[in-house]
């Protein structure tokens, strides 16, 4: 089965510093990776995803890239504040056009700290 | 548009009692999936439904757990008897046949003494 190993567990970084949060995976059949933070206590939010035709995408302040041949992905976040201190988890999932996409598995987590 | 809605929000129960979980999804979404995240570790997938028909159950950790969904609505998860080992918080996900964007309700914290 898939499996999905996420880099670093624990990020600390500065106010407007950039952070970068790694993921590989095993699966080559897997085609769909979101990204979700959760912050403490509440539920786990989709924040952005990429499909494998796509090598990159970009919203706002967050971004991720994926090398498929490589087999994996990360997330990066500029100019980054308090309120994203959370814990970040990469997923990783397959599924085909006009069918259910199967379940997600999840990386182990980062736990992001921003200090003002 | 409601958000993926569990009940109860908290649950604390002895070891080989039962204890009965309830997801509500978004409405529309065929898609429905449970996962667990126990003591700070990663998110582990439980099980996949397809409306009311199970797409795979290949995460079900034992046979004490059972989930159903009925009418192809929302699902229940059951747990009997509990183990200490089943404490954890129990996520439940919905989302659309075709564009796999799963979107996670709030959770159940169990914990089983």
């Known amino acids: 089965g898939e499996n999905v190993e996420q880099h670093p567990s624990t990020l600390s970084v500065q106010e407007g510093d950039s952070a970068v949060i790694k993921c590989t995976y095993s699966?080559?059949?897997?085609?769909?990776f979101p990204w979700y933070k959760q912050e403490l206590g509440k539920r786990p939010q989709l924040i952005i995803d990429i499909r494998s035709n796509v090598g990159e995408k970009k919203d706002q302040r967050i971004a991720v890239t994926l090398n498929k041949t490589a087999k994996h992905f990360s997330l990066h976040i500029t100019e980054t504040q308090p309120e994203d201190s959370a814990v970040y988890f990469c997923a990783a999932s397959k599924g085909a056009g006009g069918t259910s996409y199967g379940k997600l598995t999840f990386g182990q987590g980062t736990i992001l700290t921003v200090h003002p | 548009e409601a958000g993926v809605t569990q009940f109860p929000s908290h649950s604390v129960i002895e070891k080989g009692q039962t204890v009965t979980l309830r997801c509500d999804p978004i409405?529309?979404?065929?898609?429905l999936y449970w996962y667990r995240r126990v003591m700070g570790k990663e998110i582990k997938f439980l099980l996949h439904f397809v409306k009311e028909s199970k797409q795979d159950e290949s995460g079900m950790p034992n046979n004490r757990f059972l989930a159903e969904r009925t009418g192809g609505t929302y699902s229940t998860l059951k747990v009997q008897p509990a183990e200490l080992e089943d404490s954890g918080v129990y996520f439940c996900?919905?989302?659309?046949?075709?564009?796999?964007?799963?979107?996670f309700g709030p959770g159940t914290r169990l914990t089983v003494t």
């Open positions: 409405s529309g979404h065929d898609n």
């Open positions: 699966d080559s059949a897997s085609n769909y």
């Open positions: 996900a919905s989302s659309q046949v075709v564009t796999g964007e799963q979107y």
